[in-house]
């Protein structure tokens, strides 16, 4: 009989036996991990689209201040005429 150390019997076992020793079918698991996935994707949608919009927001912000900057810049050379 192998002997083992009471530290190595109490230890909790590491992540895969404990998935594996749960008495769930693997369609469960598979089910379980594929609602995981989705709702990632919709999330990293969700995100995509946040980040779409505030890309659309700060490009309205720039071609604005770069027509006040060429505004400026025609005020300036009618000054000087």
């Known amino acids: 009989m192998e002997r083992t150390s009471r530290a190595h019997r109490n230890?909790?076992?590491n992540?895969?036996?404990t998935n594996m020793s749960r008495n769930h079918p693997s369609t469960t698991t598979d089910a379980?991990?594929?609602d995981r996935l989705d709702r990632l994707r919709l999330k990293i949608d969700s995100l995509a689209s946040d980040q779409q919009f505030?890309?659309?927001q700060l490009a309205n912000v720039i071609e604005e201040q770069r027509r006040r900057l060429q505004e400026s810049k025609l005020t300036?050379?009618?000054?000087r005429s």
Not at 76 to 79: A, D, L
């Open 11 to 13: 230890a909790p076992p």
């Open 15 to 17: 992540h895969r036996e």
């Open 32 to 34: 379980s991990f594929q």
């Open 54 to 56: 505030h890309l659309h």
């Open 76 to 79: 300036r050379q009618h000054r």
